[in-house]
């Protein structure tokens, strides 16, 4: 069964930095990409950070440029996603997710495989 379970969300105020860590389990890791997804109130999802766990190599969506870098354990099957100068506008639920590709597909497919999600909160 494939699982992804993020943590590392909470309450930190605007200029901090959240360090939110996704374990996976239940799939070959190092086959898929795994990417750093958010959605605030109101808004539809949106894509943040990808990495391929085969290569390393990474993709940064419009949200995580400049702010946010994404890396990955392979030993441990967990993937981090560092995000610095956070303002309120970064506040949403952060969702990992999976799927058997490239960094540079989200956006372009879907992914299939999702944790429960995250919640960053940016106190200005």
């Known amino acids: 069964e494939v699982q992804l379970v993020e943590s590392g969300g909470g309450l930190v105020q605007a200029g901090g930095s959240l360090r939110l860590s996704c374990a996976a389990s239940?799939?070959?890791?190092?086959?898929?990409?795994i990417g750093w997804f958010r959605q605030a109130p109101g808004k539809e999802r949106e894509g943040v950070s990808c990495i391929s766990s085969s290569d390393g190599s990474t993709y940064y969506a419009d949200s995580g440029k400049g702010r946010c870098t994404i890396s990955s354990d392979n030993a441990k099957n967990t993937v981090y996603l560092k995000m610095n100068s956070l303002t309120p506008e970064d506040t949403a639920v952060y969702y990992c997710?999976?799927?058997?590709?490239?960094?540079?597909?989200?956006?372009?497919?879907?992914?299939?495989?999702w944790g429960q999600g995250t919640q960053v909160t940016v106190s200005s």
């Open positions: 239940g799939f070959t890791f190092d086959d898929y990409a």
């Open positions: 997710a999976a799927e058997y590709t490239t960094a540079q597909a989200m956006g372009v497919i879907p992914f299939d495989y």
